[in-house]
C-alpha cells in the first residue's frame, strides 16, 4: 500500500469525515442544504477532497432515477456520501459532477491553518 497524501483546506468552515476529520470539503462549496440522504439530511456541494470514487450504479433516488458512485473518506474508508455522474431528468442536470456529503457522516472543523 502506498502513502497516503491527504489535503488540508484552509479555510475557517471545514466539513471532515465524523469518522476520522479528514478534510472533505469548505462551506464555499455548498451548493445546497436541502438534500436528503440515506441517513437523513444531506448536503450538495460542488467539490470535494480526500475521496474515492466507487463503483457507478443507477439507483432512483426522490428525483428519479440517477446514475451514481459511493464516495469514501481516503483515511478511513466510511462511506460519506455520493457523487452524481448522470441523470435522466433534463431538470436534475445540474447535480451531475457535483457530491453529496450526509450530515451524519461529516463534522464541522476548525481550520488548524491559523
Same mark, same amino acid.
Given at each position: 500500500m502506498g502513502r497516503l497524501f491527504k489535503t488540508? &483546506?484552509?479555510e475557517p468552515c471545514v466539513y471532515g469525515c465524523s469518522n476520522c476529520h479528514s478534510h472533505l470539503s469548505v462551506h464555499d462549496n455548498i451548493i445546497s442544504?436541502?438534500?436528503q440522504g440515506r441517513?437523513?439530511?444531506a448536503y450538495l456541494f460542488s467539490k470535494c477532497v480526500n475521496v474515492s470514487i466507487g463503483p457507478?450504479?443507477?439507483r432512483i433516488l426522490i428525483?428519479? &432515477?440517477h446514475t451514481v458512485a459511493d464516495i469514501y473518506c481516503n483515511d478511513c474508508q466510511t462511506v460519506v456520501g455520493w457523487k452524481y455522474l448522470a441523470a435522466v431528468e433534463e431538470s436534475q442536470k445540474y447535480k451531475?459532477?457535483?457530491y453529496i456529503l450526509e450530515k451524519a457522516k461529516i463534522s464541522k472543523e476548525r481550520s488548524t491553518w491559523e
Open positions: 488540508f &483546506l484552509n442544504k436541502s438534500f441517513h437523513g439530511r457507478k450504479e443507477d428525483t428519479g &432515477l451531475v459532477g457535483k
